[in-house]
């Protein structure tokens, strides 16, 4: 189970270095490359949120064990998005990396939600979850803001069709849902 | 003039040898794929580019070849192979993806075709596509093309100049403005259907009359000489090259001289971002990304191909008098 989830997250990024090994990509692979990380690193992060939601479903506690490794590939497609973006749009200059992220909300904002994953693949060990008990569980809920930070980097960078980013964004918005009305419930027993 | 004299033969000319024919692009485009279907059977079919990306086009059209020399009509950078032309488009009436329009835009019924000239002209009237075609001497032009987003290509268009259209119609005295219209027919136009798409169709863009009646303001009905693929807006567009490429219309169906400065699509969508001028400009950034460079096309992954953007799209000294004592930070 664990080895068919991992392989299937794998796929789009194999596609990708297939394509772009056999000039697949086009005359622009920036432009392919970055929406296709950025948009499996959105996929998987909502994914990852389906997890907990499911498992209450089904009852399959096998669900919640695919948890982190999702989590990781989230991390994964948002590198190679970012070192995407540095590799076509800024030639890894540290002085134009600045620049954009002091001019552009969408850069910013993008650019806050992979640093506040790092905090998040640091302590995902089994080892750092024992170590910090229920703090782990309060850390761990920075993947909100995460999901907040990469609604908003997707929706700010739509030129004229907002349809996609809207799609994600009521994804994200049922998933929250579900946990705000779990918690109220919670609360009145 | 005598300077102009002098730039004519400081240009170097090419070897005819060294350029690559249309169809040996072709042919090396098709031993490509066959090496990737030998090796990889299985995922040969999943390409972000599919056949009708690769088609370029239709018939072979009577021109005058570009030759280096004449006032920016010509560049000896590397040309942009048709196939990539093709199919890396924007052309939102069939969908906002790169590759949408090389998929759909067959569905676009190209002929019939008329443009209508209308506003402060002496003799309105139409245009067929027949008078379009064999009515003006066609020259090639070889321009860049600066997209707003950033990336470029370089383009042998064929065509003629606006100006040589809109005498034809003999503007007033009160012509100030040209506004330009794009087909729309939903039912042929997927992209006009989206119900999330916020562009309010059909498509309109404008110049000022001194920018239309310039000599690098070209109507273009083919590209590499033959007539132009519908994705790259058949079968009459719009390139003005010092322009970001939004301003250069394509498919169009209506020409209105106008009084008063026309609305234009994306000026109308989000001024702060699309200028009605929207010359290309290093020193003006989008508010969303730097206009200082752009990546010139075909681009690969360890060569990006990355490029400084020129001021005017390098046409500076053809069209940079328009602008005089203009503040082109305020008027984007």
């Not at chain 1, 590799?87 to 002091?102: D, K, Q």
């Not at chain 2, 942009?80 to 090389?102: L, M, Q, R, V």
Request: aromatic share 12%.
């Amino acid at each position: 189970m664990r080895a068919g989830v991992f392989a299937l997250c794998l796929l789009p990024f194999a596609w990708l270095v297939y394509s772009a090994a056999t000039a697949g990509l086009g005359p622009d692979p920036a432009e392919s490359i970055m929406h296709i990380t950025g948009e499996w690193a959105l996929r998987l992060l909502l994914l990852t949120l389906l997890t907990s939601p499911l498992r209450r479903w089904s009852g399959w506690p096998v669900v919640l064990k695919l948890r982190r490794m999702l989590g990781l590939y989230v991390f994964f497609y948002a590198s190679v998005h970012l070192m995407s973006f540095c590799h076509f749009y800024i030639g890894w200059t540290v002085g134009a990396l600045i620049e954009e992220l002091a001019e552009r909300p969408y850069i910013t904002v993008g650019f806050a939600a992979w640093l506040l994953l790092l905090p998040l693949v640091v302590t995902s060990t089994r080892g750092m979850q024992r170590r910090l008990r229920r703090n782990w569980r309060r850390l761990h809920r920075l993947v909100y803001v995460v999901a907040v930070l990469a609604c908003c980097h997707i929706l700010w960078q739509a030129r004229s069709d907002i349809g996609e980013p809207l799609i994600y964004i009521l994804l994200f918005a049922i998933l929250l849902a579900w946990r705000v009305k779990r918690f109220t419930a919670r609360q009145k027993n | 003039m005598g300077l102009n004299m002098r730039k004519r033969f400081s240009i170097p000319r090419i070897a005819s040898s060294e350029i690559t024919s249309e169809s040996a692009y072709l042919k090396r485009r098709d031993f490509i794929r066959a090496a990737g279907l030998a090796a990889a059977p299985v995922v040969g079919g999943l390409s972000l580019h599919s056949e009708a990306a690769k088609s370029t086009g239709g018939a072979a059209l009577d021109y005058v070849a570009a030759t280096p020399g004449v006032g920016g009509f010509y560049t000896d950078e590397k040309a942009t192979p048709p196939g990539d032309i093709a199919s890396y488009c924007n052309f939102y009436e069939f969908g906002t993806g790169k590759g949408d329009p090389a998929h759909y835009a067959h569905e676009m019924t190209v002929d019939p075709w008329s443009i209508e000239i209308s506003g402060a002209v002496h003799k309105p009237g139409k245009l067929h596509l027949e008078d379009i075609i064999s009515g003006f001497d066609l020259e090639e032009r070889i321009y860049r093309l600066r997209c707003v987003e950033a990336w470029s290509m370089v383009v042998p268009w064929v065509g003629f100049p606006l100006a040589a259209l809109l005498q034809r119609f003999e503007p007033t005295g009160k012509a100030r403005y040209v506004e330009f219209q794009t087909l729309h027919r939903s039912d042929e136009m997927r992209g006009t259907r989206s119900y999330t798409s916020i562009i309010d169709w059909p498509y309109r863009e404008g110049l000022r009359l001194d920018e239309a009646m310039h000599p690098l303001t070209l109507m273009s009905v083919g590209v590499y000489g033959k007539t132009l693929p519908n994705q790259n807006g058949a079968p009459v567009r719009l390139v003005v090259p010092w322009k970001y490429g939004f301003k250069s219309i394509k498919s169009i169906v209506a020409i209105r001289l106008t009084e008063t400065r026309p609305a234009t699509s994306w000026e109308t969508l989000a001024p702060r971002e699309y200028g009605f001028y929207a010359n290309v400009n290093p020193q003006v950034d989008h508010p969303r990304w730097s206009q200082k460079s752009e990546r010139r096309l075909p681009s690969t992954l360890f060569n990006p191909n990355r490029i400084a953007t020129r001021m005017f799209n390098g046409y500076g000294e053809q069209v940079a008098h328009l602008y005089q004592g203009m503040d082109l930070a305020k008027s984007y």
